[in-house]
Each structure stands twice: as structure tokens, then as C-alpha cells.
DNA sequence: CTGAAAGCGCTAACAC
DNA sequence: GTGTTAGCGCTTTCAG
């Protein structure tokens, strides 16, 4: 592999002058870095990463925590990475992947200065991850919300605001008595931020709106889904709003209701809280709140990188819920009254 | 951040005696051991990475390129993706991300030395990263076999034996008009390497064991699974036995099968070519040829780690095929015969 | 606008 | 069994 120097040698100047084309950190004269660019070129030189982090203390590498729990949904995570991924290379930067929710992966990147920054996904209301991130050296941000974001960067949907738009939009439709078929049993054991958080929106909501609320935790599996529908229609068989917030499980609730035949959009409104596509993907078209997977990812990226070299204060970006109509849900019992 | 010479002084030795407490790569007494230990304790010393790459020509990092193209089965990929990232960790290797399909990445990652080898998904027949990697200094493994695998390391399933048995499964429980529900059309123009091996075994066996055999691409949603058992049972009306490799449809495909009030397992025989999980996650258990991804994703770090030190040459692992009978499949209108 | 030179923190001969 | 020392290849003052 050639070196700096090679490069340095072939163009007839110094390391540093080469250097600093690449850089751009000074101004170079044109034919100067003409040669430069030609030497660099001919000798298909790169630059070594190691030796120019060990120089500039910088990696161009950020670290990218996407534990691979048990209930979460893989397409969804990988949204999230989609965005993260695609978002670090327009600020030439790799991406490590840490898939283990263990501690130790922290430690390591961090403390060997293996990268200039880290995003952290799936985080719980307790999560034993964010004291150390906390206290690294390098600036992170979050996708989703520790109890206390105290200092912390995060970014997320506004799942708050979306539990209560859900149940404003049916209530305002006239349904009095709605339900969640929320996340997998794991999830929710895990005090999952998004999971804790939608809930909390729907149940205040409820009040406000003068509605009842059932909640249902849900496998994602056909079978888990079935139960959910008729463990929740046997308790409270007068209920016309389904707030489905779990991507694995939709598309087999859809199916237990037909099978139940409840024909969604009309004896039955759904919302889901799902990625736009999901949503879309389902048998009927779905009324849904739309989650930016992609966004969310790309916008971690920009607020770390922001961090990264401005003195940007760390701040928590909650996306606000936008509720799109479509076919599955539609006036309720109460409609026309009041 | 600590480094070597601040251990080294806290423990009364030279920097090199730290580095070789840390490689193990010379004895070291007991007691010289244990006052190095301590001081890295206190000191909360990690090494640098960069540092290290340098002076040693290792980065502990391998890269994986996973390109997410549209047609793939996310949910698998990432299964790969587990299994490339836990194996990993036990080599003390972190895992680089690369999600795009081109080229550049390659270079970046092998030019500038920030990997030690690199594990590369979805091979396509004419793959131009191949003659990338071949070129590369760093060692590189390959899930998926290129047009020509000469000089490369290359694991797979071995999915023409898969065709092959799936057929010979069918034609032996005396199904005598069969079909292929296969990948999605993007799969197939891309010449997808697992796509079309699998199409050849099934062909050869096809003509071997006196059946005949019908192709269909399918698209993953649930319209183009049920468009794709339609054009079948229109075409060839005759069919009993369905191989359906394309783990999105599957559940479409039974689904369509069901309203068509064709009874899986009675009077259609389905083989699925997929991950155990997904076979038995179907309305019923699946006969599958399994698909270990994950087992996969380990082999090929653990061919790419063995080529890193020892002086292995290159080879290419087929895994051989398992087909598990479930309830999906049964015998045939020939059963008996003969 | 360009060059010289001092490290960045670690590894691995080479000594003893 | 341990210490000394010469780099690894780059960035970035400091000079000019």
C-alpha cells in the first residue's frame, strides 16, 4: 500500500502538502494539488485509517447499538438502521453494529476510541446503557426515551402525542369505548420507552375524551394475535376502536376479525402505529400514524454529527404524530350525536 | 484517556510488559501480572484502536456488506446478520456495516486498512464487487456463490441440492406435476445467486425423476403470492406439489391456497425452502428444506477468521440440504403406483 | 502557499 | 522474564 510520503515523493512536495489536499484545511495552489491529485491517483493511495485516527484522535466511524430483542420487529429495526446508515455516509462516516444489549460493546468502542459517536436504539425507561454513554467521551444520541433525559440527545416519535391523537380520532368519530392491542408481553416487561410512552397518551387521552380504553400486550404471532382480539372482545364486546401498535401482529389481527366477521372500516375502526408502508401493505388500506423509521434514523445521525464538531447543547427531538385516514376506520356508534 | 506508559508507570514497568500482559504473547511472572492488572483497573486503561491498527496492522474489525435490496427478505438477512455478528465476538472482532450494493465502500474499507477481512451477502451470478474483494489484501468470504468461484472462500446452503431434493421429495411421494413459487422478479433479473441454483436443481431433477415443473416469480405482498398461484393453476391446472422459496409470500401463498379452498397438506403438497422459524410459523407446520441462516453467518466469519491467521486457501462450503416432513405435505395422486 | 518535524499510542523486534 | 527502541502513517503546529 503506498503512503503519504510515496504520494509526498511522486508529486515533488511534502507529506503535509498532501495531507492538506485531502483536508482542505489550507489553501493549496492549483498545479500543486494538480500533481497531488495525479500521484494520489496513480498510486491509488488511501489514507490509513488507523494512522489518521491515532493523529486526529477522529475515526469517521460511529457506533451504532441495535439490540435484536426478542418481540421487537426486525423489518422496523432495520428502517431505523436504513436511515443511520445512509445519513453517516453523506458525513463520510462508516457505521460499527452492536447487536448484543450487553454493556461491555460500550465500553469497548468507547473507551478505545473506536469511534467518534454513538446512536443507541431500543431504549428502556431504566436503561443500564445510558448512564455509560452518559459518561463517555464521545457525544451519543438516542432513538427513544430514557425515565430522566436529563443531558441525554434523543430522538423519537412522539408516542405520548400519538396514544392521544389515536384516541382522539376515534372518540371524535364517535367510538366510547376503544382498545390497544399494543406490544409483545417482552416489550412491555422491558419498560420499553415507545411502548410505556403510547400507552400513557391513550390512557390520559381516554380520560379527556370521556372514553374507555382496554389494553391488550399482543405476541406477534398469529395465535398471539387471535388471543389478543378475543380476550379483548370477550371483556369488552361493545368496543369498535382497535389502536394497534405492533407491526408483527396487524396483519393477523386484520385476519381474526374477518374470521370473527367484524368487518374493519365499518363495525370496526383500526388505527395502526406502524411505518407508512406497513400500513399500506395490510389487506385493507390502514388508517394509520405514520412512524418515520428512516427519518428518525437520519435525524439521530445529523443531531450526533451536529454534536460532533459544533457545540450543539444536547436536546430531545420528539417527532409529532401525523394521523392519516384510509380505509380502516370510520364513524363510530356515538357519530351525529351531541 | 489513560494510555500504555501511564499503566506502565502506575505498575512499575515498561510499556512493552503491558502490551504483553494484554497479547499474552510472552510469559509474564505472576506477580509482574498482577500489579500490570491492578493499574489498568485503576487507571480504566482501553487501548487505543487506532494506535493499535497501526502498530499492528489489525483492526479487530471485519467488514459486512449486507446490501438491502428491494425483493430480499429483510428478517433474514438480519438472521445472517446475527450470526456474522455474534461469531464475531468470540474472534474479538467488531463488524462494520455496509448497506449499499456499490463498490465504493469496498474500496474505502479495504484501501484504507479499516477492516481485517470482509464477509459479503447476496452474490449475485456477474458480481462486480467480486473481482473488488478478490483484489483486496485483506481475505474475504463470500454467502452466495458468484459465476465463477475460483480462488474465492464461499459458503452457502447448497440450493441446487435443495431443488433437487424438494423435487425428489415431491416425485417420490408421487406428485408428478409440481411448481415453483420462487423469488421476486427483481431477485431473479439481478441473477441472484441462491435464485438460480435453486432453479437448476429443481430442472435437473425435474427431467431426472419425470415431472414437470413450472416456474413462477412472486412478488412478496399478498397480491402477487395470490396472482401467482392463480397464473399456476391456470396454466397447469394439474398440479399437486408447490415449492415455494420465498419466505414474504409464503404465508400469502397458503392463505390463497386456503380461499381457493385447496387443502394443504390433502390436496396440495407444499416444501418451503426457509428458515426453520418461518416454516413453523405458517397457519400449518411446514415440510421445509431449513434454511440455517444464522449457522451460515457464523460459518463464513469462521472461514474468513481461519484464512486471517492460519494459511488456510480458499474454499467454497455447500451446506447440505435437510428436509423436514411436517404436515404440508403429503402423497400424491401417483402414491402407490409403480 | 509550502515544508520540517514533533508527536498520536501502540507493537514487536532486539537486547539482556 | 523484562526493558529499550524503532517505527506504523498520518495530522498539525511552527517556521518561513
Redesign the pocket.
Known amino acids: ?8 515523493k511522486a508529486a ?12 482542505g ?9 494538480a500533481r497531488v491529485e495525479r500521484a494520489i491517483e496513480k498510486l491509488g ?4 485509517a ?3 485516527a ?5 475515526t469517521n466511524v460511529i457506533a451504532l447499538m441495535a439490540p435484536l430483542r426478542v418481540g421487537v420487529n426486525v423489518p422496523v429495526i432495520m428502517q431505523f438502521v436504513t436511515g443511520v446508515v445512509t445519513r453517516a455516509r453523506d458525513f463520510d462516516h462508516d457505521v460499527l453494529l452492536l447487536t448484543q444489549d450487553d454493556v461491555s460493546g460500550l465500553d469497548r468502542v468507547t473507551g ?2 473506536m469511534v467518534d459517536a454513538l446512536v443507541m436504539m431500543d431504549i428502556e425507561a431504566d436503561d443500564p446503557r445510558v448512564p455509560l454513554v452518559a459518561a463517555a467521551k464521545q457525544p451519543s444520541v438516542l432513538i427513544g426515551l430514557p425515565e430522566d433525559p436529563e443531558g441525554l440527545s434523543c430522538v423519537d416519535l412522539d408516542f405520548e402525542a400519538a396514544g392521544r391523537l389515536a384516541v382522539r380520532h376515534l372518540a371524535a368519530a364517535g367510538h366510547a369505548d376503544v382498545a390497544l392491542v399494543g406490544s409483545p408481553p417482552e416489550v412491555l416487561r422491558r419498560h420499553t420507552s415507545y411502548a410505556e410512552r403510547l400507552m400513557r397518551g391513550l390512557r390520559n387521552q381516554a380520560r379527556a375524551s370521556d372514553v374507555t380504553v382496554r389494553v391488550e400486550a399482543c405476541d406477534s404471532s398469529p395465535s398471539g394475535a387471535s388471543e389478543a382480539v378475543d380476550t379483548l372482545l370477550a371483556a369488552a364486546p361493545g368496543t369498535t376502536g382497535i389502536i394497534v401498535h405492533n407491526e408483527g401482529a396487524l396483519p393477523h389481527v386484520l385476519s381474526r376479525l374477518a374470521e370473527r366477521d367484524i368487518v374493519v372500516g365499518e363495525d370496526m375502526s383500526v388505527v395502526a402505529v406502524c411505518p407508512r408502508d406497513v400500513a399500506l401493505a395490510q389487506r385493507i388500506p390502514m388508517t394509520s400514524i405514520d412512524l418515520p423509521a428512516e427519518d428518525i434514523g437520519r435525524v439521530a445521525v445529523d443531531m450526533v454529527m451536529a454534536r460532533l464538531d459544533g457545540e450543539h447543547p444536547s436536546e430531545t427531538r420528539l417527532l409529532a404524530p401525523v394521523l392519516t385516514e384510509r380505509e380502516s376506520s370510520a364513524p363510530g356508534p356515538a357519530a351525529g350525536d351531541g
Open positions: 500500500m503506498a503512503t503519504i510520503d510515496d504520494v509526498a515533488g512536495v511534502s507529506a503535509s502538502t498532501v495531507s492538506y489536499v485531502l483536508s484545511k489550507r489553501p493549496i495552489s492549483a498545479p500543486t494539488r493511495y488511501r489514507p490509513h488507523g494512522a489518521r491515532l493523529a486526529s484522535a477522529r478505545g476510541s
